[in-house]
């Protein structure tokens, strides 16, 4: 069975530091890949999207920048974090067509101090 | 934009009881789903319905798509507590956006025992 690992599940950062976040997805090859943010008590806003390695469309201009080294690695980064960096980051995959049902990562709570 | 928006914001009921939740949208779809949140946690795929479908069910799920309307309903029947979560309609993208998923705000469903 497909599983998805997102880590680390919380992170506190001072204004400034880099930010690395991992996703890995486990049972499939190829797979659409997404990183989502999620303010307090808002939707989800659609950050990156790939539909394969070295493929990353990008939905908002934005401090963070995403890559896909590997088939099943997503990666969100920053150089520099700012305040408004601070949010609840999930990671998700479907299978390499168009909208199927997104299966999600237990997210991570990004704070920068 | 291209987010569903979900109707109330909030809802409060008894169990045993019915909610429904509603979600419109601006933009032609290929198909809408419907996703469930626990506190703190990644989203869970409930339920999707195609561009090309009215009424679809799942167990206690009742879900209506009105495309002329542009709008979608969540019914959820016979409530349990198990049941308080946040619910968020996502439409999926046509032309450019194919592949993406948008989602709304979403609903927080609070059911008292």
């Known amino acids: 069975s497909q599983t998805i690992h997102q880590w680390p599940a919380t992170l506190v950062q001072p204004v400034g530091s880099p930010l690395s976040l991992e996703c890995t997805v486990e049972?499939?090859?190829?797979?659409?890949l997404y990183w989502y943010r999620q303010a307090a008590g808002r939707g989800l806003q659609l950050l990156f999207y790939?539909?394969?390695?070295?493929?990353i469309s990008s939905e908002v201009p934005q401090n963070l920048s995403a890559s896909r080294p590997q088939d099943r690695q997503f990666i969100l980064s920053s150089k520099k974090l700012l305040l408004s960096d601070s949010g609840f980051y999930l990671c998700?995959?479907?299978?390499?067509?168009?909208?199927?049902?997104?299966?999600f990562g237990n997210g991570t709570r990004l704070t920068v101090t | 934009s291209q987010q569903g928006e979900e109707d109330p914001q909030a809802l409060s009921i008894q169990e045993g009881e019915n909610a429904t939740m509603n979600c419109s949208y601006k933009?032609?779809?290929?198909?809408l789903q419907w996703y469930r949140q626990n506190s703190g946690r990644g989203l869970v795929h409930l339920i999707l319905?195609?561009?090309?479908?009215r009424e679809k069910h799942s167990g206690r799920l009742r879900v209506t798509l009105d495309t002329s309307k542009k709008s979608s309903s969540l019914l959820i029947t016979a409530s349990r507590a198990a049941d308080t979560a946040s619910y968020f309609c996502?439409?999926?993208?046509?032309?450019?956006?194919?592949?993406?998923?948008?989602f709304g705000r979403g609903t927080q469903l609070t059911v008292w025992p």
């Open positions: 998700a995959w479907c299978e390499s067509s168009y909208n199927l049902p997104l299966h």
């Open positions: 049972g499939t090859s190829n797979p659409n």
């Open positions: 790939s539909v394969g390695i070295g493929q």
């Open positions: 933009t032609s779809i290929n198909n």
């Open positions: 319905i195609r561009s090309n479908e």
């Open positions: 996502a439409t999926g993208g046509r032309g450019s956006t194919l592949g993406r998923l948008y």
